[in-house]
């Protein structure tokens, strides 16, 4: 009967005995094992971050931009006027599959209020804008269809404009001048956070859209905009509804069947959802790369092993000429090489939560350590160890007793 304490006993005093070279045996498994943490840890921030955007765009989106045209035989992408806010009023009063449509007109302008002033993002749209977005109102109101109808100058800020200009005063029914001209302030938005690239979604102040073409920006067509920004019923009818505004579009268009579209529809959260899975991919692949750290980690181990068998091969001889039988020897040098690698991958696992944590606050980068993560870790290191070692265990239980005390 294997005494499994008392193997472990000895198994701790022979790597004592050579606590040097235990050490650096067992580094190879320390590295491997907080390279493997840290490695999944930034994958699993970045994926949690594309998640976080995901959400904050909003769910079943799907954006259309102006197309190509053709102007005196040269086509151009994106250029001309193509979109109206007819197109989008069209769009969610026409297309079964669709929730909400709202139009977009984007510009960039100069906010003041009293002695302070920010440049911002001011974007005209709808109501609906905030139902496809996902987002609410923090506190006050936004502004009805009769302020659209009316080309009312009211608007709502995000939470940077908000706490730029306003800091602890409360912004409601205040007056902001938006390129020179007097806005009245209804409502703060919620928190958005970054968006997909990485730009404030906060740093906004949304008008109506007809106050953006008319007072704001203006437009070198009526009713024009850059944007649709469409929200379908369910994940299961974007498919179709592109089929619906390109159809519906194209009628109103007036495009001929051999003509290209002079819009684009674009399903957004298929994008985001392929850089979800590029995002997992990454995490698998970091992962594996430092998983080499822990083979070569238990290349040493083996290494090192059969060293020690070579250098202990007497006193191998002694044990099997007292009684020793082989699984005994076997399970001594096995129970020596499992002890060396679990070893490294508890300091592997501490320094592997330290640095996932340095990274997280010297670096842009987000970290997120899983328990899976570690157990995964920690769990392959004591396989690394069972592996590398099983071949030095039965190499010194082969061993003849009577060479063996021979041996010098």
Avoid at 41 to 58: D, F, Y
Avoid at 277 to 299: D, E
């Amino acid at each position: 009967m294997i005494d499994i304490f008392t193997i472990i006993k000895i198994a701790l005093k022979a790597l004592w005995v050579n606590k040097m070279r235990s050490a650096l045996t067992s580094l190879g498994v320390i590295i491997g094992v907080s390279a493997v943490i840290i490695m999944i840890a930034v994958g699993t921030g970045a994926s949690q971050r594309i998640n976080e955007q995901i959400s904050s765009m909003g769910s079943n989106l799907i954006m259309v931009t102006p197309g190509a045209t053709t102007s005196g035989g040269v086509r151009s992408h994106g250029a001309s006027p193509t979109l109206t806010g007819g197109d989008a009023e069209a769009v969610k009063e026409k297309c079964r599959s669709i929730k909400n449509a709202a139009p977009i007109l984007n510009g960039v302008a100069q906010i003041v209020y009293g002695n302070q002033n920010w440049s911002t993002s001011v974007t005209g749209t709808t109501l609906d804008m905030l139902d496809i977005r996902d987002w609410a109102i923090n506190y006050g109101n936004m502004f009805s269809e009769n302020d659209i109808k009316g080309v009312t100058k009211v608007c709502v800020l995000g939470q940077t404009v908000a706490e730029n200009l306003f800091g602890d005063v409360d912004p409601i029914n205040k007056s902001i001048r938006i390129k020179g001209i007097p806005f009245k302030v209804l409502g703060v938005l919620t928190e958005k956070g970054q968006s997909a690239r990485g730009d404030d979604q906060d740093d906004v102040v949304i008008i109506p859209y007809t106050t953006a073409q008319k007072k704001v920006f203006g437009t070198p067509f009526p009713d024009m905009i850059e944007i649709i920004m469409v929200q379908t019923k369910d994940v299961k009818t974007l498919e179709l509804a592109q089929i619906e505004i390109t159809s519906l579009l194209r009628q109103r268009h007036r495009i001929g069947l051999k003509q290209d579209d002079d819009f684009s529809v674009r399903n957004l959260t298929q994008m985001m959802q392929a850089a979800q899975q590029s995002s997992a991919t990454m995490t698998f692949l970091l992962g594996a790369i430092a998983s080499v750290s822990l083979l070569v980690g238990g290349i040493g181990i083996m290494n090192i092993m059969l060293v020690s068998v070579t250098e202990r091969t007497r006193e191998i001889g002694i044990r099997m000429a007292i009684g020793a039988k082989k699984n005994d020897i076997r399970f001594q040098f096995l129970v020596e090489a499992l002890i060396i690698s679990l070893m490294g991958g508890i300091i592997g696992v501490v320094i592997g939560l330290v640095g996932s944590y340095l990274v997280n606050i010297l670096s842009s980068l987000p970290t997120k350590v899983s328990l899976a993560s570690i157990i995964l870790s920690f769990g392959f290191s004591g396989l690394i160890g069972i592996f590398f070692g099983f071949y030095p265990a039965y190499k010194a239980s082969l061993l003849n007793p009577i060479e063996a005390l021979r041996y010098e």
